[in-house]
């Protein structure tokens, strides 16, 4: 059994910085991928940023490359999204989500049905 728990999510003013933090645990779970989305109220979950298994490739979405970062320390099984010059935009819950080991992944990175493990949720609060 794979587990997806994330953290670090709070209110923060814009212009500020958030890091998230998301452990994948269980059997084999550092060759797992990895994929941040968030949903706001009334929204659709969206694709924010993802990881392959080794680190070696970042996916980013276009409304926050150059201000997100995604990395991951496999000897810790945690993926961490950094998050700078936050806007109200930025404002919902983001969630982890986890894939086994594909073939496809570079194809399939950005979709919701892609990912077989999710967490929670963390909420994000942008606001002054």
């Known amino acids: 059994q794979v587990h997806v728990v994330e953290s670090g999510g709070g209110l923060v003013q814009p212009g500020g910085s958030l890091r998230l933090s998301c452990v994948v645990s269980?059997?084999?779970?550092?060759?797992?991928?990895v994929g941040w989305f968030r949903q706001a109220p009334g929204k659709e979950r969206g694709f924010v940023a993802a990881?392959?298994?080794?680190?070696?490739?970042?996916y980013y979405a276009s409304a926050v490359k150059g201000r997100f970062t995604i990395s991951r320390d496999n000897d810790k099984n945690t993926v961490t999204l950094q998050m700078n010059n936050l806007n109200p935009e930025d404002t919902a819950v983001y969630y982890c989500a986890a894939d086994p080991p594909s073939s496809s992944y570079s194809n399939t990175y950005y979709a919701f049905g892609t990912y077989d493990y999710w967490g929670q949720g963390t909420q994000v609060t942008v606001s002054s």
């Open positions: 269980g059997r084999t779970s550092n060759t797992y991928s």
């Open positions: 990881i392959s298994w080794s680190g070696a490739t970042t």
